[in-house]
């Protein structure tokens, strides 16, 4: 098979391509992330390039105009290397995986509270009025008597009861590695050790067994693994204190931003392997930056704990996804086994454990499971309901009764795709809207306080209600006033013009139009439609 060059700026990342590939899976190849909200299928019209050098094949789409034809716009999901290439991923279709540090969060809470407003701050301590401290992974000090002819039970019966003297489990085992090492490892240390306990499917593991006292390092990881975002935290294990917290975007996102369009590339050959690694890498990433930060040695990380829709589960442990969106819609598992980390790939001590909280159903995942359990909704005397949005939205109702659950597939709205200026909360996203009546005078305040990138999901909640307090639209969502410079026509209907171009950082006016009203009317009326249903039912 032919192959050419194919080189991508602003990155200045060139990699060997074959003849006959898309522009957007050599990109992929490159580590250079173009925004492509549906996956690769050329419907969504987010991933534009500048083709500055060489020829492409390319098939008809109605997203570039004619007008961007003639500057060598083209869909890099449609366009195939044919030669050597040159291109450029103009900002408007860069995916930006920039982490969000603790700053750019404060700067997020900045904008979206006044100053009147007080922020209750995240607590670093477990509470422990919902679950008792009782982690994954625990390290124990033993001083084990020393056999001699009167005692003469073996290496590994010793060491059991020498934990049975501490704690009551009934049921222990060891791996065969660790028995091998044993009797060594007891006599070299003075019979004196520390045990890493871990909880695994019903029986207590010994996990690792180490000389001398270890057990004041023992630390865990919990990830959220969200379809745009993952989060995780650095937990002392001892203390119960929170040590860290990141935040990242999720890479799948190149893949495409909604779970049924990753379980689509998934089917794809080697696509769920693309899809395990996109998560798997931007945990590893976050995980050798919490042992940099904070100086602990990776072999003290002995558990990591992670919550996620089901899609993001099944794909975390690579396990196929595909029967979820087949009818009648059934995952390969809702309650997953405790493994060892590194199965997954997840690199922490290596004999620690991985555990995921357990799913409901194919769209109601551990993220509702955790959301429910961490806000005390099951232990509730009245009525309550939890509405966690997102493209995947899902919504728990009842009390200590009671609990029933549902999803809706609001789509990716809120989370900047389907939506003409859209953007995830980065830098740069406008998050907050004012906008005065009668001059229709729009203020903005941006994620970062930096020029204008587009509008993110708080944003465009702000600007609609600002939009029809204001009376520019009404209750429809259509725009019904006209005389004013802010407001003019295009192929989307009528736009409101919420940043100029001499604003913004791209020089390309940002804007609402009718179309992304609707919209966004629908992602609200999903998650609306499926609480009056649950609610009714």
Known sequence: MEKFKVTFYPDNKAIEAQKGKTILSVAISAGVYINSSCGGDGVCGRCKVILKKGQVLTQPSGRISPEERKQGIYLACLSTVQSDLEVEIPASSRLDFEKLSAQDIDLRLKGLYSEAEEIEPAKSILDEDIFAHSPLATKLYLEIPKPDLKDKISDLERLYRQIRRIQDIPIMQMGLSNIRRLGELLRSSDFKVTVTLGKRNGTTEIV????????????????DIGTTTISGELVDLNTKKIQGTKATYNKQASFGSDIITRIIYAQEQDGLEKLHHAVIDGMNQMIQEFIQEHKIDLNDVNCVLCAGNTTMIHILLRVDPTYIRREPYVPTANFLPTIRAAEAGIKINPRGLLSCVPGVSSYVGGDTTAGVLSCGLYKEEELSILIDIGTNGEIALGNKDFLIACAASAGPAFEGSGVSCGMRASRGAIQRVDIKPKSLEVTYNTIGEMKPRG??????????????????????GKIKIGDSKRIRNSASGRELVIAFKDETEGACDIVITEADIENLKRAKAAIYSATAILVRH
Do not use: R
């Open 208 to 223: 690792l067994v180490e000389p001398q006292d270890t057990s004041l390092k023992n630390f865990g990881l919990c990830f």
């Open 455 to 476: 509008i993110c999901g708080s944003g465009y909640i702000d600007i609609i209600a600002q939009m029809l307090s204001a009376g520019i639209i009404d209750k429809s």
